[in-house]
């Protein structure tokens, strides 16, 4: 079993609209995530970070940690053709050695023009 | 934000030879990753580098070897390359702050076929 989950698979939205992605970690000592995108033929890039119960807005995009719950999640506004995207949660634990990252599969968002 | 660079970009190969993938960053980062990346699967780790001179192994280590001769430079190495080993590989630095918060940069990935 993935110790980092996420959902959907994948994802269709019609440009200007909310896109609504969840991360869940079934261990309790990860308690640092981040988001990565990655377009198509290139590397992932970090799209933010979040330590801390509660949201976190960074323009269009509002990440959200529920520690308790083990849950991530992730919403982008009013999205644009530029958002579709292959979407990574990532996790590490406190005390990781190397920092070492654990991700989850992806969940691939299309935004329809 | 971070410079990671990975050479080559595309390569194939054959069963049975020696393959080494090649990584820089700019950024004085001591940590450094080699990652896979394959549908289904993510990304999955499969070595990484404290700093000069330490390699140690990630989850997926098996038929890799790595080495860091320097701060900037990272190597994959695949001794005796098999199709299963197909994938694209990225490369990635981490480790300014030196703590649990740190962000990894990924370089642009390396697509490797084994014939």
């Known amino acids: 079993q993935q110790k980092v989950q996420q959902s959907p698979e994948s994802l269709s939205v019609p440009e200007g609209g909310m896109a609504s992605l969840n991360c869940t970690s079934s261990?309790?000592?990860?308690?640092y995530f981040w988001w990565y995108r990655q377009h198509s033929g290139e590397g992932p890039k970090a799209l933010m970070?979040?330590?801390?119960?509660g949201d976190k807005k960074e323009g269009r995009f509002t990440a959200h940690l529920n520690k308790a719950s083990l849950h991530v999640s992730l919403h982008i506004r009013d999205s644009q053709p530029s958002d579709s995207a292959l979407y990574f949660c990532?996790?590490?634990?406190?005390?990781?050695?190397?920092?070492?990252?654990?991700f989850g599969i992806g969940t691939r968002v299309l935004v329809r023009p | 934000e971070a410079a990671v660079t990975q050479s080559p970009r595309n390569k194939v190969a054959v069963t049975g030879g020696k393959v080494t993938l090649s990584c820089n960053q700019t950024?004085?980062?001591?940590?450094m990753y080699w990652y896979r990346q394959d549908t289904g699967h993510g990304l999955r780790l499969i070595h990484y580098?404290?700093?000069?001179?330490?390699?140690e192994k990630g989850d997926i280590p098996d038929g890799y070897k790595a080495s860091r001769p320097s701060q900037e430079n990272f190597s994959l190495i695949l001794e005796l390359a098999t199709p299963s080993q197909t994938s694209v590989y990225f490369c990635?630095?981490?480790?300014?702050?030196?703590?649990?918060?740190?962000?990894?940069?990924f370089g642009p990935g390396t697509r490797l076929l084994v014939l």
């Open positions: 990635a630095s981490g480790g300014r702050l030196g703590g649990p918060q740190d962000t990894q940069y």
């Open positions: 261990d309790r000592n990860f308690q």
């Open positions: 970070s979040i330590f801390s119960d």
């Open positions: 990532a996790a590490r634990m406190t005390n990781s050695a190397g920092n070492k990252l654990t």
């Open positions: 950024n004085n980062h001591n940590n």
């Open positions: 580098s404290y700093g000069a001179g330490s390699t």
